[in-house]
């Protein structure tokens, strides 16, 4: 049994539960606040990020792109009706570089500030030294999200799926990071039908039920969070 240490607002690893979900592979979720350093987890992972997934022997594999690439070429190769890296090269660039758009740019632009000062200051404030948010970095971050989404709703009107013609982990790297924020209550989906379509077809794959699930102590979801059609 392999074992994730995640949050569930961590959007990287929301990233690597839709993936296991996709492939059914099971896997023990202990949630872990990553701002807290407590040393059994450092020992995992000394870069104190998440998520961290254990495999056969508790040996630590960190890191969503490491993982997912671990997933892929361990679980992946046998799916061939599911394929979710295209054969083409290029077309596989393509979809490194979306995850590596969504994973890291949206998420340092974007999604790690509200986190952090919506929901992590109040769970861990201890690390922090403050359970305040700060106005200036919400402000800011929420001004970023705007070029994101329209960037989003340019890739999905342009395309099938955010990488291509078919579903990929690009996809699910865009859906971890927006279904953070749509949590969170940060999106206006009035301004964008077609990124709202797209996300409304992945949240409608059995992989996503747990993540609709999920609860924050800090923070309850918005109205909408898990309903499918909104």
Known sequence: MLTLY????????????????EYKIAATLVEEHAESRRREFLNLNPAATLPVLLIKGNVPICGARVIGEYIDEIYGTTKHSQLLFPQNPFERAEIR??????LVKFENDVVRHLARERIYKYETS????????????????????RPHMQYLEWLVTTRDWTGGFSLSYADFAAAAAISTLDYMGEIDWSHYSAAR??????????????????????????????????
């Open 6 to 21: 995640h949050h569930p607002i961590s959007s990287a690893s929301r990233y690597i539960r839709l993936i296991l979900g």
């Open 97 to 102: 570089r979306l995850q590596e758009w969504f």
């Open 126 to 145: 201890a690390a922090y030294g403050s359970s305040s948010p700060d106005g200036g970095i919400l402000r800011k971050a929420r001004k970023n999200i």
């Open 197 to 230: 379509d797209w996300y409304a077809r992945l949240k409608s794959r059995p992989s996503f039920r747990p993540l609709l699930q999920d609860r924050v102590r800090a923070m309850p979801p918005i109205p909408h969070y898990a309903d499918l059609d909104f």
